[in-house]
């Protein structure tokens, strides 16, 4: 009886059909890794805690700065307490152009870039505002850049389908 009792079969995962194995134990030394491609889900639940308003201006096509309630120090890439004062900032709309301040043209990226090589990143300056923004910066020929960029001005655009990422938000040159 106790023989017909197994584990049911699933359908998920590898599944193996037939994996040579030598008849002498000694052979396993010589043998190959085995390699497997599976795919790999997971749910990543995570909050973008006080973050969430520069994300929701974002996906509406927004882009927030914030500002020192006290010292009115300003800073485009946001945060909600001032490191000068201690005070607490307030969001505000950063203004639709700003300055080339420095850029790099990246020729090796992370996994999700790497495609995409080469990229120009670049940091932008806004009258107004005591901090630069890092972003994409596109239409501009990557292959022959050129310190004339720097204080070239540029425009913001948005990606069409917000993807809750910073990279929602990019830079191209205002005369496009
Ligand atoms: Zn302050």
């Known amino acids: 009886m106790s023989k017909?009792?197994?584990l049911q079969e699933t359908q998920e995962g590898t599944i193996v059909f037939n994996l040579p194995f030598p008849k002498d134990l000694k052979d396993l030394k010589g043998m190959s890794p085995i390699v497997v491609q599976r795919p790999y889900l997971v749910d990543y639940i995570y909050s973008y805690g006080q973050d969430s308003p520069f994300f929701a201006a974002l996906s509406n096509k927004i882009h927030l700065g914030t500002r020192c309630d006290s010292c009115?120090?300003?800073?485009?890439?946001?945060?909600l307490?001032?490191?000068y004062c201690g005070g607490e900032?307030?969001?505000?709309?950063l203004p639709e152009e700003g300055i080339i301040h420095t850029f790099t043209v990246c020729?090796?990226?992370?996994?999700?870039f790497l495609a995409e090589t080469p990229f120009i990143l670049a940091l932008i300056s806004f009258?107004?505002?005591?901090t630069l923004f890092l972003t994409r910066l596109i239409g501009m020929d990557v292959h022959s850049p050129s310190l004339d960029w720097?204080?070239?001005?540029?425009?913001?655009q948005f990606i069409r389908n917000s993807k809750l990422l910073p990279t929602d938000v990019y830079y191209l040159p205002s005369q496009h």
């Open 127 to 130: 009258e107004g505002v005591d």
């Open 89 to 93: 900032n307030e969001w505000v709309k």
């Open 107 to 112: 020729h090796f990226g992370s996994e999700k």
């Open 72 to 79: 009115e120090y300003t800073f485009a890439t946001p945060r």
């Open 4 to 6: 017909n009792i197994k």
């Open 150 to 156: 720097i204080g070239q001005k540029v425009k913001r």
């Open 81 to 83: 307490a001032c490191p």
